[in-house]
């Protein structure tokens, strides 16, 4: 019997017999239905193509086209859930009190969200610096994203102290660069597709730091990222 994480009940699959019929594979999330309601997924319909910021009119939210106009190349954002206050109380307990097992909620997700690209795509997670893990004693961009996909870690994180979650969006938007490339490009792997993978995407700027980093070491090839919230 499959247990919800995070209140312990029974989980119940209930599936249409559509699914039951024409799907090959089901990704089920450790939630039972009843805490499967605190969260909100995103319409990719009804957001910014390039970051996933809610939006009601415009195709790209005006932080894109203002970053597009300062660096040039924009980073295609996907998330999955919106960061709400069941999200934000999922990341406490995960990330602020270092309940590790949280780190299988949303496996579903993630792993339906990359299965059409796995083959071809190199999954590069957003590091976390020593002093934060030795805080926590895990990564939790990692705990995420590990036992789903076959991780490529070129990233690595100079250390520092300072915490996103304490920061204002100015100063997010200021955060300086503490990513480095632990590998150079070769021309086996310069053109390959690199999918950043992170845990919330706020401003963009810890995204766009990857980025910058990959860019430096030769990655030429196309970049995208994938986050849990935004």
């Given at each position: 019997?499959?247990?919800?994480?995070?209140?312990?009940?029974?989980?119940?699959?209930?599936?249409?017999?559509?699914?039951?019929?024409?799907?090959?594979?089901?990704?089920?999330?450790?939630?039972?239905?009843?805490?499967?309601?605190?969260?909100?997924?995103?319409?990719?319909?009804?957001?910014?193509?390039?970051?996933?910021?809610?939006?009601?009119?415009?195709?790209?939210c005006r932080d894109c086209i203002r970053r597009q106009q300062q660096s040039g190349e924009l980073l295609r954002n996907q998330a999955l859930f919106r960061y709400n206050v069941g999200m934000h109380d999922y990341?406490?307990?995960?990330?602020?009190?270092?309940?590790?097992?949280?780190?299988?909620?949303?496996?579903?997700?993630?792993?339906?969200?990359?299965?059409?690209?796995?083959?071809?795509?190199?999954?590069?997670?957003?590091?976390?610096?020593?002093?934060?893990?030795?805080?926590?004693?895990?990564?939790?961009?990692?705990?995420?994203?590990?036992?789903?996909?076959?991780?490529?870690?070129?990233?690595?994180?100079?250390?520092?102290?300072?915490?996103?979650?304490?920061?204002?969006?100015?100063?997010?938007?200021?955060?300086?660069?503490?990513?480095?490339?632990?590998?150079?490009?070769?021309?086996?792997?310069?053109?390959?597709?690199?999918?950043?993978?992170?845990?919330?995407?706020?401003?963009?700027?810890?995204?766009?730091?990857?980025?910058?980093?990959?860019?430096?070491?030769?990655?030429?090839?196309?970049?995208?990222?994938?986050?849990?919230?935004?």
């Amino acid at each position: 019997m499959t247990i919800c994480l995070l209140c312990q009940q029974p989980i119940v699959a209930q599936y249409s017999l559509c699914a039951l019929f024409f799907k090959r594979q089901f990704y089920q999330d450790r939630l039972c239905s009843s805490c499967q309601k605190n969260f909100q997924t995103i319409d990719q319909l009804s957001c910014c193509s390039i970051c996933g910021r809610s939006l009601k009119q415009s195709e790209v939210c005006r932080d894109c086209i203002r970053r597009q106009q300062q660096s040039g190349e924009l980073l295609r954002n996907q998330a999955l859930f919106r960061y709400n206050v069941g999200m934000h109380d999922y990341f406490q307990q995960y990330k602020g009190r270092g309940d590790y097992q949280l780190r299988q909620v949303f496996a579903g997700s993630l792993r339906q969200a990359t299965q059409p690209v796995k083959q071809s795509v190199l999954f590069v997670p957003i590091p976390t610096s020593s002093s934060h893990f030795a805080q926590r004693q895990f990564d939790p961009v990692l705990g995420l994203y590990g036992e789903v996909l076959p991780i490529t870690p070129l990233l690595a994180c100079h250390d520092h102290d300072t915490h996103q979650a304490q920061l204002t969006r100015q100063q997010r938007l200021r955060t300086p660069q503490y990513f480095y490339c632990q590998q150079a490009a070769t021309e086996k792997n310069e053109l390959k597709q690199i999918l950043l993978l992170d845990d919330i995407y706020t401003t963009g700027t810890t995204l766009y730091h990857g980025l910058s980093a990959l860019r430096q070491a030769g990655y030429r090839g196309k970049i995208t990222s994938l986050t849990l919230a935004r």
